[in-house]
């Protein structure tokens, strides 16, 4: 029983974890009592908790066993990023109802482990010596990070887009019945038929768009230091800074798409729905970068592992 | 009231048009908004997606040109459009020229604006602050004097101004003094790859254990330069490989490389060792461990019993596992054709299912297989020849019956063994083995501004995202003091810097 299969084990437990978690969520988001006190919400959030301790020990434990930070493969970079997703909703549900984003957390989690351990999974291998270096901390660290916060970011998004449409329905929904709404919610006494809806209210498009924004800007400066760094370091392993190769250039399109982002949320005309939908493009195009990239691309980079 | 008119306005008949300079001022407003410089950005990156999932030519041109004819007429009609070589076709300039213009015509402008703003300082306080969201008011007997000294201390961050009975609050110049400054570095991070590409050069030289590499153009295996250097200037030195450790771990991935190198300058030696990562810097050239292989030692006798060829053989193509093809070519013949070998080497072979393969990257067991090709090499033509590929042109193979094919005839070497050439052209002796490494040198002026650059971009992109832009203002009537303020869209600091300031904290 090595460190390695300690590491194996304690990602599976934390896969059971956010299953669980998962389930206890969708039970609360299905929930017909709206108004009474959220339990399954409540053990769903502990269980979060215990997954991402269980998630955050497996990683920690693989790098131990690999004698490196853990992020040397696909492998161990998809426990390092989805960790950081986690750690971001955990850190800001303190302060904050985020309860109804928990199913979708766990269960984004849960499919990005089961892809880590099903498909990419490596046996701890020794370093290659391009990479036994101190800017495998640097850069790849706020790679990674930057990918679990611009994951987290563009769930909003996405649920951002949803919410915009039901309330546009609703908006919709409200004149025609004749009244005198506004959609501010000032206006004239209306007396309207109160649709109930299925599930638990999200966050207003709104709230999802400023946090969106919020958690988007700092993985932005944090994929923007990776390019950086990412040069430097092929400076002093590949003589040279900048060569266009596969996962450079597709990493300055992330950089690009999440920079377009920025730009339409400054823009008239351009924030809410546009915004929200070049946010999940710049999330496709990580995706990209990582899962296509890595394996079908004749890169310099293609450290997969597998 | 009479309207007064002049004849401009009285015009009967068709509209104005704003003519020709109308029309160029509209198509820069135009170029130069937001909404065009998204659209832009978003082309720009677009074209950038084929030019990471297609294999382009100047990083992998054999790839390339494998694509292009495997896919057809797909692939002519995506060659003809330069989708294989993205960065340099004309309509991929085009889009980034156009964002870069579209990009200065902004940041001049704002850079204008900022400094006025920055003159003329904060604005006049509004005269109704109840219709601010964030306003907020404060009940308090303090004198008036007392009020504003403690309001403007908790306004440190601001720029203030007292004017009309009420303070005036202004944050944000550093904003968009890092937003233009962001902005400008990356035109400055344009310029200088360009400048880059012209002053700099490459080359790689392949060196065996025990041989001597002198810097020259002549002696790269591959050279690229910018079209600014001067071949001649070459800073003089020499490099000799002593010896090359490649080190593996026990399931033969490698987990370190060195190069032990002895740098000859016209003032003295110098020992040196070369890593990945760990570059060496010889006057401002910068030395770079990028490869490392097999090189056999092999002295061919020809039919006429001299000896043809005793040299050591670099061989390129090199496996995950050692194993490494290449060419050896023999035109040194007296009498008789000129021979060329195809070779690869297994480092520690052993035999499995009648097929040699190779256990393990360190050279345990070295074997060396070979096929023999005789005629003539094609070297007195007065063409250059790759020396690592072998023209069979007016070359024949010899082969051997295997059932009813013909192979190419095998010949199999161990450490130490000679054996006949098949076709009585000879004897083939596998003498030794040694390392090569390959080095790439490279000089690049224009790392530090490069790295100046990003860092400055990386620097102004920070206090642009992270630094607030808002107004506030303050207002002392009868006892009571009123404040509000303003900022972007999703500023939530508003009102607790409204409150903060209306704490008429003594020490805040």
Known sequence: MNLETVSLILIYGAMAAYTLGMISFAIDFSSADKTGTRRAANIGMSVTTLAFLLHLSGTILRGVAASRVPWANMYEFTLTFSVVAVATYLLLSKGRDLRVLGVFVNGLTVLSLGIAVAVLYVRVLG?????????????????????????????????????????????????????????????????VKEKKSRWRDLPSAADLEQGAFRVTVVGFLLWTFTLIAGAIWAEHAWGRPWNWDPKETMSLVVWGFYGAYLHARATRGWEGSRAAWLNVIGLISLFINYYVINFFADSLHSYAGL | METIRTERDIRAGSPRGIGLTGWLRWGWRQLTSMRNAIIMLLLLVIALLPASILPQKRQDPVLADEWIEDNGIWGTILDALGFFNILTAPWFAAIYIL????????????????????????????????????????????????????????????????????ISAERGYLREAGNLIFHMSLLGLLIVFGLSQAVSYRGQAIIVEDETFANSVLTYDTFNRGVLVDEESLPPYSVTLNEMTPQFFDDGTPSAFSADVTITRPDGQAQEIIRPNEPLDIDGTNVYLSGNGYAPKIRVIDAAGNVALNDYVVLPDITETYVSTGVIKVPDVTEGEQLGFQATLFPTAQEQDGVIVSINPDALNPVLVTTTWVGDLGLDDGVPQNVYFLDTEKMELITESVGDVDVGALTTL??????????????????????????????????????????LALGGLATSLLMPSRRLWVRYEDGTVHAAAIGRKGDTGLSSDVSSTLALKEDS
């Open chain 1, 127 to 191: 370093t290659p010596p391009i990479l036994d270096n101190y800017w495998l901390i640097i850069h790849v660290s706020t790679a990674t990070l930057g990918m679990g916060l611009f994951a987290f970011a563009a769930l909003m998004s996405v649920l951002q887009l949803v919410q915009l449409r039901r309330e546009t329905k609703d908006r919709a929904a409200v004149s025609s019945q004749g009244g005198k709404a506004t959609t501010s919610g000032g206006g004239g006494e209306t007396v």
């Open chain 2, 99 to 166: 964002l870069f213009i579209s990009l200065v015509g902004c940041i001049v402008p704002r850079s204008f604006s900022l400094v006025r703003d920055w003159r003329a300082g904060p604005g006049r306080v509004p005269v109704r602050l109840t219709r601010y969201d964030s306003y907020d008011s404060v009940e308090t007997d303090l004198p008036e004097q007392e009020v504003w000294g403690r309001v403007e201390k908790s306004l440190r961050r601001y720029r203030t101004v007292r004017r009309d009975g009420g």
């Open chain 2, 414 to 455: 161990r450490m130490g063994d000679e054996a006949e050439i098949p076709g009585g052209h000879g004897t083939i002796e596998f003498v030794e083995l040694a390392r090569f490494a390959a080095l790439d040198m490279r000089y690049d002026p224009t790392l530090g501004w490069m790295l100046a650059f990003a860092v």
